[in-house]
C-alpha cells in the first residue's frame, strides 16, 4: 500500500510526445520533470513557472547563414523542343509525359517487397523529378517527393523539394514548419539555432501560429540554460497562438517543476484539452485534480468521459481504471464500481490495488460469500507474486532448483476484459503457472539474498512482503499470517519504517490491544493515511475519562467523527479515499471541497462545454467536401479531384498530428463494374495548409482518387461510363481487429457527386474514326488514345469480349504500332511502351527488343520509360538492358537505373510463387477493408450529460 502519487506519470504521458517531436526537430532535449506534485494537494501559490536557478549567459552567435523561409531552387526547363515539333506540342507532350512519370513512380512503391527497400524509393524520387522537370508548375510533384524523401532518410533532398513546392504553394504552413524542422536540425550550435528561430518571430510574411511553432523550438532549447527564459519563451509562444498543444504541455510540465497550487495546473489542463479534446490523459488529469479537491460528482464526469474515450481507443490504462471505479463508489454507485474494477482485472489480473480495491467494495456491500471468494483469489495473486520474486533472486544466483519457473509478469491485456459472462479475476492462473510464498528456510535465503540485491529489486521485494502484510492484518485478519510477514519486513526496513510501524499497529488491533494500537499509530497519524484511518477507528471505540476516572470531553484532535472527516477531505479520491468512505461507512461521512474547489469550479466553468461534442458529432464543426476537376474523365487520366476542408464553427480547430483534425485523408471508392466493387485506400494525401483552421474557414487541395487496383480494374471496361463514388475519412484510426475506421473527432463523409468516367464506345463507323483522330491531336491527345486503343485491345481478348471490340482489335494494335515513329519522341516512346505492355507475357524476346529500343532514345523521357518497362522482363534480361543506363549522360536516367538493377537483384530472388504486386499504400495508415458507410464515430458520453 505504498503506492506513489499518480499525477507525475500522467504528466508524462502528456508530454511525452510533443516534447520529444520538439527536442528531435531541433536536436536538443529538456528535462522536463525535476520536481513531483506531492500526494495531498500542493498549497496555493503564485502562477510562477519560475525557479531560482543560475543563468548561464549564451556566448556570443556566430554569424548565421542567411536562411529565409523557402525559396525554392529553380527547377530547369525541359530542353528544346526536336525538329519539326512546334513548342506547343513539345509543352503538352512534357505535361503529358510528367503525369505517366509520376504515376511511375507511385507504382514503383506500390510494389511487392521491394517498396520497402531504400532503392524503391531513390527510383521513385528520380520519376518524380522527372515529372518536375517536366511540368514545373504542378504542386503535388515536389509535395510527394519531399514525401519520398524523408521516407529514404534524406532530409536534405526533402529540404530542396518542400523550398520547390512552397514557390509554387507558399501559403502551405505545414509544409513551411517541416521546412524549418529541416533547416534547425542541419545547425550545428544551439546558437545558431536560437538566432534563426527567434529571426522569424520578426517575420510580417509568417503566420502567428508558424511563429508559435518556432518559439517552443526555441523554448526547448532554452530550457537547457534557463528556466526563467524558456518560461518566457514558452509564454511568447502562448501568446501567438492559444491554441498550440505543444506550447500548452511545456508550460503544464513547468507549472509541474515549479510546484504550482490546483487551481494553475487545472487552468492549464483545460488549456490544453481546448487544443484537441480528445486527449485521454488530459481528461484523466482533470477529473484526477477535481477528485482530489473535493469535488466528486464534478471529477466522475470527467473521468467518465476519459474512460470512454480510451475504451474507443483501445487505449485503457488499468491504473486509471481503478481510480475511476473509486470514484464511482465514492459517489455512491457501488455496482458501477464492482464492474469497472472487475474490467481491471480481466485485463489484468496481477494489479494489486484492484483487489484491494474489489475487496473492499465487497465488504463495504455486505457480501460475504463473494468477499471470501475473492479474498482466496487476491491471496493467489499476492503469494504467486511474493514466489515470483524469490525465484527470481534464486536464479539469479544460480542456486539449483526443483521448483517451476516463475510466472512471467503479463501485460494488461483488454481484448477479453468486457465479455458480460466473467467475473472478476476469472483469468487467474489460467496456465497454471502459480508461484507459492517463499516459507521456512527458503523465506529466509530469500531474505539474505534480498538484503543483497540491488535497490530495484529489493524495493520491489519490500513492496510485495508490505502489500501481503497488509492483505493479511486489514481484510484476511489472520493473526498468524499478519505476524509472519510483519517479522519479515522487520528484517529488511528500519524499525522505523512508516509501513512497519502502520502494520505493527493494524495488528495490535488485530489482537485487540487497542491502548497499544493507539499508541502505535498515533505517532505517525500526521504522515501515514492508513494509520490515521486506525487512529480514528479506535477513537470509536470505547469510553474516554478524564485522568480523575470522570467522563471527559474530546478535544478535536480526538473526536472520531471530526478526525475521520479530516482524513477523507485530505485523501477524498483513489484508491485510499475509497478505503476511506468504506472504513467510516456508518459514520455517513462524504468528501466536502476543499477551499480552493470553488475556484476549480469557475475554471471548468469556462471550458466550452460544446467543443467536447466535436469528438463525437464532428460534422456539426467541420466537414470534408469533394468534388470533380472535371466531367467526365477520360479512359487513363487521372481522377483527380478537390478537397475542401470546411470549418462549420465558431471555434479554431488546430490541424496535424497532435490537433483536433489529424493531417491524414483517406479516400475509399465504390464502383459499379457489372457487380459493385468497393476499393478501400483508393487514395491518401495530407492536409495542406494551415497549422490552425480559423472559424468559418476552409483549404483546399488536389488529391488523385485512382490509386492501386481501381486504375486497372478500369482500364477493362473503356466504352462504359462509369460512376465513381468517393468516401473521404477524416483522422482514420486502425482499430484493434485491423480494420480502419474514423478516430475521435473523425468523420466518413461521401462527395455530393459522383466522379464520372466517361466511355469510348466503338460500336459504329463514325465512333471509330472519333477515337482514331485522337492520333492526329496534340501529344497529350495522341498519348490518351494510344491508351484507350490498348485498353479495347486488351478487352478483345477476354472470353466476354463483344464482336465489334473484336473486330477493330488487329486495326488498333496496328495503330498502336504506326505510332512507334510519330514525330514526337514522346508519343514514339510512349507507343513503344503501349505496345510492349500488351504481348503476351511468353513474349519475352520481343519485349526485350521493344524495351532495348526504348532504352537508345535520344529522348531522356524514353530511357526514363524503357527502366519502367524493363520491370515487365525476366531479372537477367532487365538487368542487360537497364545496366547500360547506370552511366547515362543524364543525372535523372543514370539514378533511376542504379536504383533498377538494386530492385532487380531483390526481384531474382523473390520466390516464384511470391506474388509480382502488392498493392500497398506507401504512406499512411495501413490499408484495410472499407467500413459500411456510417458515421463511424463513438457514442460517448460526456462531462454534463
Known amino acids: 500500500m505504498n503506492r506513489p502519487p499518480r499525477l507525475p506519470a500522467r504528466a508524462r504521458m502528456l508530454l511525452a510526445a510533443s516534447i520529444g517531436l520538439?527536442?528531435?526537430?531541433?536536436?536538443?532535449?529538456?528535462?522536463?520533470?525535476?520536481?513531483?506534485?506531492?500526494?495531498?494537494?500542493?498549497?496555493?501559490?503564485?502562477?510562477?513557472?519560475?525557479?531560482?536557478?543560475?543563468?548561464?549567459?549564451?556566448?556570443?552567435?556566430?554569424?548565421?547563414?542567411?536562411?529565409?523561409?523557402?525559396?525554392p531552387a529553380t527547377i530547369p526547363a525541359d530542353a528544346a523542343p526536336q525538329a519539326g515539333v512546334g513548342e506547343s506540342e513539345a509543352e503538352d507532350a512534357r505535361i503529358a509525359v510528367a503525369q505517366r512519370m509520376a504515376q511511375a513512380a507511385y507504382e514503383i512503391v506500390q510494389a511487392?517487397?521491394?517498396?520497402?527497400?531504400?532503392?524503391?524509393?531513390?527510383?521513385?524520387?528520380?520519376?518524380?523529378?522527372?515529372?518536375?522537370?517536366?511540368?514545373?508548375?504542378?504542386?503535388?510533384?515536389?509535395?510527394?517527393?519531399?514525401?519520398?524523401?524523408?521516407?529514404?532518410?534524406?532530409?536534405?533532398?526533402?529540404?530542396?523539394?518542400?523550398?520547390?513546392?512552397?514557390?509554387?504553394?507558399?501559403?502551405?504552413?505545414?509544409?513551411?514548419?517541416?521546412?524549418?524542422?529541416?533547416?534547425?536540425?542541419k545547425m550545428q550550435t544551439t546558437d545558431a539555432k536560437l538566432k534563426y528561430l527567434t529571426s522569424l518571430l520578426d517575420k510580417p510574411s509568417i503566420s502567428n501560429e508558424l511563429k508559435s511553432r518556432c518559439a517552443t523550438f526555441a523554448a526547448v532549447i532554452l530550457g537547457e540554460r534557463s528556466v526563467r527564459l524558456q518560461v518566457e519563451m514558452t509564454d511568447r509562444a502562448l501568446a501567438l497562438d492559444p491554441l498550440n498543444i505543444y506550447a500548452r504541455r511545456l508550460e503544464y510540465a513547468q507549472l509541474l517543476s515549479a510546484g504550482a497550487g490546483p487551481e494553475y495546473r487545472v487552468k492549464s489542463l483545460f488549456a490544453l484539452l481546448r487544443c484537441n479534446p480528445s486527449q485521454v490523459h488530459v481528461l484523466e488529469g482533470i477529473g484526477h485534480e477535481l477528485a482530489a479537491a473535493g469535488l466528486t460528482r464534478e471529477a466522475l464526469d470527467w473521468m467518465a468521459s476519459a474512460k470512454n474515450l480510451s475504451i474507443y481507443l483501445a487505449q485503457p490504462d488499468p491504473n486509471f481504471f481503478v481510480e475511476y471505479a473509486s470514484q464511482l463508489y465514492i459517489n455512491g454507485l457501488l455496482k458501477d464500481a464492482e464492474d469497472g474494477v472487475g474490467i481491471v482485472?480481466?485485463?489484468?489480473?496481477?494489479?494489486?490495488?484492484?483487489?484491494?480495491?474489489?475487496?473492499?467494495?465487497?465488504?463495504?456491500?455486505?457480501?460475504?460469500?463473494?468477499?471470501?471468494?475473492?479474498?482466496?483469489?487476491?491471496?493467489?495473486?499476492?503469494?504467486?507474486?511474493?514466489?515470483?520474486?524469490?525465484?527470481?533472486?534464486?536464479?539469479?544466483?544460480?542456486?539449483?532448483?526443483?521448483?517451476?519457473?516463475?510466472?512471467?509478469?503479463?501485460?494488461?491485456?483488454?481484448?477479453?476484459?468486457?465479455?458480460?459472462?466473467?467475473?472478476?479475476?476469472?483469468?487467474?492462473?489460467?496456465?497454471?503457472?502459480?508461484?507459492?510464498?517463499?516459507?521456512?528456510?527458503?523465506?529466509?535465503?530469500?531474505?539474505?539474498?534480498?538484503?543483497?540485491?540491488?535497490?530495484?529489486?529489493?524495493?520491489?521485494?519490500?513492496?510485495?512482503?508490505?502489500?501481503?502484510?497488509?492483505?493479511?492484518?486489514?481484510?484476511?485478519?489472520?493473526?498468524?499470517?499478519?505476524?509472519?510477514?510483519?517479522?519479515?519486513?522487520?528484517?529488511?526496513?528500519?524499525?522505523?519504517?512508516?509501513?512497519?510501524?502502520?502494520?505493527?499497529?493494524?495488528?495490535?488491533?488485530?489482537?485487540?490491544?487497542?491502548?497499544?494500537?493507539?499508541?502505535?499509530l498515533w505517532s505517525i497519524r500526521?504522515?501515514?493515511?492508513?494509520?490515521?484511518?486506525?487512529?480514528?477507528?479506535?477513537?470509536?471505540?470505547?469510553?474516554?475519562?478524564?485522568?480523575?476516572?470522570?467522563?471527559?470531553?474530546?478535544?478535536?484532535?480526538?473526536?472520531p467523527i471530526i478526525t475521520a472527516q479530516n482524513?477523507?477531505?485530505?485523501?477524498?479520491?483513489?484508491?485510499?479515499?475509497?478505503?476511506?468512505?468504506?472504513?467510516?461507512?456508518?459514520?455517513?461521512?462524504?468528501?466536502?471541497?476543499?477551499?480552493?474547489?470553488?475556484?476549480?469550479?469557475?475554471?471548468?466553468?469556462?471550458?466550452?462545454?460544446?467543443?467536447?461534442?466535436?469528438?463525437?458529432?464532428?460534422?456539426?464543426?467541420?466537414?470534408?467536401?469533394?468534388?470533380?476537376?472535371?466531367?467526365?474523365?477520360r479512359l487513363g487520366e487521372p481522377l483527380l479531384a478537390n478537397v475542401a476542408i470546411r470549418n462549420l464553427s465558431d471555434f479554431d480547430l488546430p490541424v496535424g498530428p497532435e490537433g483536433i483534425i489529424k493531417p491524414d485523408l483517406w479516400f475509399d471508392t465504390r464502383v459499379s463494374l457489372g457487380e459493385e466493387r468497393v476499393y478501400p485506400m483508393s487514395g491518401y494525401d495530407k492536409i495542406v495548409g494551415p497549422l490552425v483552421l480559423k472559424r468559418r474557414g476552409s483549404t483546399s487541395q488536389v488529391v488523385r482518387m485512382d490509386q492501386g487496383k481501381m486504375t486497372e480494374e478500369l482500364r477493362e471496361r473503356?466504352?462504359?461510363s462509369v460512376n465513381i463514388f468517393v468516401t473521404v475519412m477524416t483522422n482514420p484510426m486502425v482499430r484493434p481487429d485491423f480494420r480502419v475506421a474514423p478516430g475521435p473527432s473523425g468523420m466518413r463523409r461521401q462527395f455530393s457527386r459522383s466522379l464520372i468516367r466517361g466511355g469510348m464506345p466503338i460500336f459504329n463507323e463514325p465512333q471509330r474514326k472519333k477515337l482514331l483522330e485522337g492520333l492526329k491531336g496534340l501529344p497529350n491527345e495522341k498519348m490518351w488514345t494510344l491508351e484507350v486503343l490498348a485498353a479495347i485491345v486488351q478487352q478483345s481478348r477476354g472470353l466476354d469480349s463483344e464482336p465489334t471490340v473484336q473486330r477493330a482489335a488487329p486495326e488498333f494494335l496496328e495503330q498502336i504500332r504506326l505510332a512507334q515513329n510519330d514525330r514526337v519522341p514522346q508519343v514514339a516512346a510512349f507507343a513503344s511502351f503501349t505496345l510492349m505492355k500488351l504481348l503476351e507475357p511468353e513474349?519475352?524476346?520481343?519485349?526485350?527488343?521493344?524495351?532495348?529500343?526504348?532504352?537508345?532514345?535520344?529522348?531522356?523521357?524514353?530511357?526514363?520509360?524503357?527502366?519502367?518497362?524493363?520491370?515487365?522482363?525476366?531479372?537477367?534480361?532487365?538487368?542487360?538492358?537497364?545496366?547500360?543506363?547506370?552511366?547515362?549522360?543524364?543525372?535523372?536516367?543514370?539514378?533511376?537505373?542504379?536504383?533498377?538493377?538494386?530492385?532487380?537483384?531483390?526481384?531474382?530472388?523473390?520466390?516464384?510463387?511470391?506474388?509480382?504486386?502488392?498493392?500497398?499504400?506507401?504512406?499512411?495508415p495501413s490499408e484495410g477493408p472499407a467500413l459500411p458507410p456510417g458515421t463511424g464515430t463513438p457514442s460517448l458520453p460526456l462531462p454534463g450529460q
Open 567 to 633: 482524513l477523507i477531505n485530505r485523501f477524498p479520491n483513489g484508491l485510499l479515499g475509497a478505503m476511506l468512505i468504506a472504513e467510516f461507512k456508518d459514520r455517513k461521512l462524504s468528501a466536502q471541497p476543499q477551499p480552493y474547489g470553488a475556484e476549480l469550479k469557475k475554471i471548468a466553468a469556462t471550458f466550452p462545454l460544446e467543443l467536447l461534442q466535436i469528438i463525437i458529432q464532428p460534422d456539426k464543426f467541420y466537414v470534408p467536401v469533394g468534388t470533380a476537376t472535371k466531367l467526365p474523365y
Open 22 to 71: 520538439a527536442a528531435s526537430s531541433v536536436g536538443v532535449t529538456a528535462s522536463l520533470f525535476a520536481q513531483s506534485p506531492p500526494l495531498s494537494p500542493a498549497p496555493l501559490t503564485p502562477p510562477n513557472r519560475t525557479q531560482p536557478s543560475p543563468v548561464t549567459p549564451a556566448p556570443a552567435a556566430p554569424a548565421l547563414p542567411s536562411l529565409p523561409l523557402p525559396t
Open 718 to 720: 473503356p466504352a462504359a
Open 843 to 924: 513474349k519475352t524476346a520481343e519485349k526485350a527488343r521493344l524495351v532495348s529500343a526504348m532504352a537508345t532514345s535520344s529522348a531522356w523521357e524514353g530511357r526514363m520509360a524503357a527502366i519502367w518497362a524493363a520491370r515487365d522482363l525476366p531479372a537477367d534480361e532487365r538487368k542487360k538492358i537497364v545496366g547500360p543506363l547506370t552511366s547515362d549522360t543524364e543525372e535523372l536516367v543514370k539514378a533511376a537505373a542504379t536504383a533498377d538493377m538494386k530492385l532487380a537483384a531483390v526481384a531474382a530472388t523473390r520466390p516464384a510463387s511470391q506474388p509480382a504486386t502488392k498493392p500497398a499504400p506507401a504512406t499512411g
Open 345 to 520: 482485472l480481466q485485463a489484468d489480473p496481477r494489479n494489486i490495488d484492484a483487489w484491494f480495491l474489489l475487496l473492499t467494495l465487497r465488504r463495504s456491500a455486505g457480501l460475504q460469500v463473494a468477499f471470501d471468494q475473492d479474498l482466496d483469489r487476491a491471496k493467489v495473486v499476492l503469494e504467486s507474486r511474493m514466489g515470483a520474486l524469490a525465484s527470481k533472486l534464486e536464479s539469479e544466483a544460480s542456486v539449483a532448483t526443483t521448483r517451476p519457473a516463475a510466472a512471467g509478469v503479463e501485460e494488461p491485456n483488454f481484448a477479453g476484459a468486457f465479455a458480460p459472462s466473467r467475473g472478476p479475476g476469472a483469468n487467474i492462473a489460467a496456465d497454471g503457472r502459480v508461484e507459492s510464498a517463499p516459507t521456512g528456510q527458503r523465506l529466509a535465503d530469500t531474505i539474505t539474498r534480498v538484503k543483497k540485491a540491488n535497490p530495484d529489486v529489493r524495493a520491489d521485494f519490500i513492496s510485495a512482503v508490505t502489500d501481503l502484510a497488509w492483505f493479511e492484518v486489514y481484510f484476511n485478519r489472520s493473526a498468524t499470517a499478519s505476524r509472519n510477514w510483519i517479522t519479515t519486513l522487520s528484517d529488511l526496513v528500519p524499525a522505523e519504517d512508516l509501513a512497519l510501524v502502520r502494520l505493527r499497529g493494524w495488528f495490535e488491533i488485530l489482537e485487540n490491544r487497542q491502548a497499544e494500537a493507539m499508541k502505535t
Open 112 to 185: 511487392d517487397v521491394t517498396a520497402r527497400d531504400a532503392a524503391a524509393w531513390q527510383q521513385s524520387i528520380a520519376f518524380l523529378e522527372a515529372a518536375r522537370r517536366l511540368d514545373p508548375k504542378e504542386q503535388r510533384y515536389p509535395r510527394l517527393q519531399a514525401e519520398a524523401y524523408s521516407q529514404l532518410g534524406d532530409f536534405d533532398g526533402a529540404a530542396t523539394s518542400l523550398e520547390a513546392y512552397l514557390a509554387l504553394r507558399g501559403d502551405d504552413d505545414t509544409a513551411r514548419l517541416k521546412l524549418i524542422e529541416y533547416y534547425v536540425a
Open 526 to 559: 500526521d504522515r501515514d493515511a492508513l494509520a490515521a484511518m486506525g487512529v480514528s477507528r479506535l477513537l470509536g471505540q470505547g469510553n474516554w475519562t478524564s485522568a480523575a476516572g470522570k467522563p471527559a470531553t474530546r478535544p478535536a484532535s480526538q473526536d
